[in-house]
């Protein structure tokens, strides 16, 4: 067996890097769910995760399953068989979202939109103000349409909502955005939050969560769609009290208890700040050092947890990605469905610091090069250098000029006593 040494550079979209902290958390004796001793920690975890959906009267759930788990208990528990609703697709989330609401039994009307654009608002408005029957039941979004790397403004799209005076749910697909990019559950008023553990969160796979709006628990009770394991009914009854209906996944939980800590120790609005300047050191290395082209074709698309690079014409973006990974260790995201082939991702989300993106880039520019893209080596790199130096959101962390003299000093000192 070949053994790479050193770090995998994991810079796949999902799952993302799983903090130290948080794996040690997760390393737990197994312990009776139904202890007096176990709500204080579930409790804790339904009232902080409020705190990064953004809502006070809002409900989260959480499901042992994947965000696809979440998609389906937010389509079951809201609508009726055969409910006409409204989607847009625009990569592969978005379509596989498009296509498990045909498959559950509703009618959706599927905008198809160019893959590297998001949601209009505009036409939101539109072909809600004209549905005058009021027919249409609810509106799905994906917020980070993470195959492109294209971010949608739900903020405006609950504006056209309401301009239309149409009173359809919102039911938003946040896996790729929750933790990472500005979201407000109750300000953009978003009925149902759909989200899961293995991005921004910075766990492992296997919570899928669940935000509900009054207006959302309130459709619930004459939703009729058949519904099961993901039947909220059933965790309303234990939630309140600190309980599931069934075991819980532990580690998880215990992951997700330390991954909030972290989350608050470095505070929202600062990792959003983060997500934002790192990305916008990858796209300087695209544009820039590399003079290649997002597939995001529009910088109001532009997404802070993930960029799909378009690779030149002739070349596979398969290729760069094999390459990256059995030669550098490096594990970059795959184009899916409709572009595959023609791009790669970088995923910049999570716990990431300015010189693992660094190294990313370094690897990609190699990888790059090795497959025959005609690239200066270096140049994608230093464009990012440049922008994370001219960018320092903390100059308080450099080491001043008298720190430096004072270590140099000690130094000095210790020598002299050898
Ligand atoms: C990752 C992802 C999902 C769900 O993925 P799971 O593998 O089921 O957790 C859904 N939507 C988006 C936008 C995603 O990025």
Same mark, same amino acid.
């Given at each position: 067996?070949n053994r790479?040494?050193?770090?995998?550079?994991?810079?796949v979209p999902?799952?993302t890097?799983?903090?130290d902290?948080?794996?040690?958390?997760m390393?737990?004796?197994m312990?009776?769910?139904?202890?007096?001793r176990?709500p204080?920690l579930?409790k804790?975890?339904?009232?902080?995760?409020k705190k990064?959906?953004?809502t006070?009267?809002?409900?989260?759930?959480?499901?042992?399953?994947?965000?696809?788990g979440?998609w389906?208990?937010?389509?079951?528990?809201?609508?009726?068989d055969?409910?006409k609703?409204?989607?847009?697709r625009?990569?592969?989330?978005s379509?596989?979202w498009a296509?498990?609401?045909?498959?559950l039994?509703?009618?959706?009307?599927?905008?198809d939109?160019p893959w590297?654009?998001?949601v209009?608002?505009?036409l939101?408005?539109?072909l809600?103000?004209k549905d005058?029957?009021?027919?249409?039941?609810?509106?799905?979004?994906?917020h980070n349409?993470?195959?492109?790397?294209?971010?949608?403004?739900?903020k405006?799209v609950?504006e056209?909502?309401d301009?239309?005076?149409?009173?359809?749910l919102?039911?938003?697909?946040?896996?790729s955005?929750?933790?990472?990019?500005?979201f407000r559950?109750?300000?953009?008023?978003?009925d149902?939050v759909?989200?899961?553990s293995?991005?921004?969160l910075m766990l492992?796979a296997?919570?899928?969560?669940l935000?509900m709006?009054?207006?959302?628990m309130?459709?619930?009770l004459?939703?009729?769609?058949k519904?099961c394991?993901?039947?909220l009914e059933?965790m309303?009854?234990?939630?309140?009290?600190?309980?599931f209906p069934?075991?819980?996944?532990?580690p998880?939980?215990?992951?997700?208890?330390e991954?909030?800590?972290m989350?608050?120790?470095?505070?929202?609005?600062e990792?959003f700040? @983060?997500?934002?300047? %790192?990305a916008q050191s990858?796209?300087?290395? *695209? #544009?820039?050092?590399w003079?290649?082209?997002?597939c =995001?074709?529009?910088?109001?698309?532009?997404?802070d947890?993930?960029?799909?690079?378009l690779v030149p014409?002739?070349?596979?973006?398969a290729?760069?990605?094999d390459?990256a990974?059995?030669?550098?260790n490096?594990?970059?995201?795959?184009g899916?469905?409709?572009?595959?082939g023609?791009?790669? @991702?970088i995923?910049h %989300?999570?716990?990431?610091n300015e010189?693992m *993106? #660094?190294?990313?880039?370094?690897?990609?520019e190699? =990888?790059?090069?090795?497959?025959?893209?005609?690239i200066?080596l270096?140049?994608?790199?230093?464009?990012?250098?440049?922008?994370?130096?001219d960018t320092?959101?903390?100059?308080k962390?450099?080491?001043s000029?008298q720190?430096?003299?004072y270590?140099?000093?000690s130094?000095?000192s210790?020598e002299?006593?050898?």
């Open positions: 067996m790479i040494p050193g770090r995998n550079f994991l810079f999902g799952p890097n799983v903090p902290r948080v794996q040690r958390a390393m737990v004796a312990e009776d769910h139904r202890s007096s176990f204080d579930t804790s975890l339904f009232e902080d995760l990064v959906f953004k006070e009267t809002g409900q989260i759930f959480m499901f042992p399953s994947t965000g696809t979440a389906e208990a937010a389509i079951t528990n809201t609508l009726s055969g409910d609703v409204l989607t847009f625009f990569g592969q989330f379509h596989l296509d498990m609401m045909g498959r039994g509703l009618d959706p009307e599927i905008i939109v590297g654009e998001g209009s608002p505009e939101v408005h539109r809600l103000e005058k029957a009021q027919t249409i039941k609810a509106v799905f979004v994906c349409e993470t195959a492109t790397g294209v971010t949608s403004d739900i405006a609950r056209a909502m301009a239309a005076k149409h009173p359809a919102l039911l938003v697909d946040t896996v955005s929750l933790g990472s990019i500005d559950m109750a300000e953009w008023k978003v149902v759909v989200s899961g293995q991005k921004g492992p296997g919570l899928g969560l935000g709006s009054e207006k959302a309130a459709a619930r004459k939703a009729n769609m519904r394991y993901f039947d059933d309303v009854r234990n939630n309140p009290s600190g309980y069934y075991t819980p996944p532990l998880l939980l215990y992951g997700l208890r991954s909030l800590n989350i608050f120790e470095e505070g929202l609005e990792i700040a @983060r997500h934002h300047r %790192l990858v796209r300087e290395a *695209v #544009l820039q050092g003079r290649l082209s997002l =995001a074709k529009d910088p109001k698309w532009w997404s947890t993930v960029s799909a690079i014409e002739g070349i596979n973006g290729h760069v990605i390459v990974f059995r030669r550098y490096l594990a970059l995201g795959a899916l469905s409709q572009v595959a023609k791009l790669f @991702r995923g %989300l999570g716990d990431l010189l *993106v #660094l190294g990313a880039l370094s690897g990609a190699m =990888a790059m090069k090795d497959v025959g893209i005609d200066e270096g140049s994608g790199v230093a464009a990012a250098q440049h922008y994370l130096r320092d959101t903390e100059p962390r450099r080491v000029r720190e430096v003299v270590a140099s000093h130094v000095g210790m002299g006593q050898h």
